[in-house]
Nanobody
Framework: QVQVEESGGGSVQSGESLTLSCVIS????????MGWYRQPPGGQREMVVG????????SYARSVKGRFTMSRDNAKNTLYLQMNNLKPDVTAIYYC?????????WGQGTQGTVTT
């Protein structure tokens, strides 16, 4: 069974950075989509960044473009989200997703909090 675990969240001040990690327990050979989503307090889960296999570019939410970067280490089965110049409006629980041809694999999330 595939397990997904996010880490790296925490509390930082405005302008600082966080790097989130997402480890998946085993390689998914039929992956079709991967990315990061977030759910702010009282809000809906929304996509922050996503990559669909077969598409040329990674898609970023407009509000994070230029400040957030998703990367992947295939050898470690790990997905990263580098978040720079953070603002309080990005406070949320961050989840990573791996989607194969049959289902979505989500982790439990990691909390990222930005204070002024």
């Amino acid at each position: 069974q595939v397990q997904v675990e996010e880490s790296g969240g925490g509390s930082v001040q405005s302008g600082e950075s966080l790097t989130l990690s997402c480890v998946i327990s085993k390689k998914i050979f039929t992956i079709v989509h991967m990315g990061w989503y977030r759910q702010p307090p009282g809000g809906q889960r929304e996509m922050v960044v996503g990559r669909t296999m077969g598409e040329r570019q990674t898609s970023y939410a407009r509000s994070v473009k230029g400040r957030f970067t998703m990367s992947r280490d295939n050898a470690k089965n790990t997905l990263y989200l580098q978040m720079n110049n953070l603002k309080p409006d990005v406070t949320a629980i961050y989840y990573c997703i791996h989607r194969d041809t049959e289902k979505d694999y989500w982790g439990q999330g990691t909390q990222g909090t930005v204070t002024t």
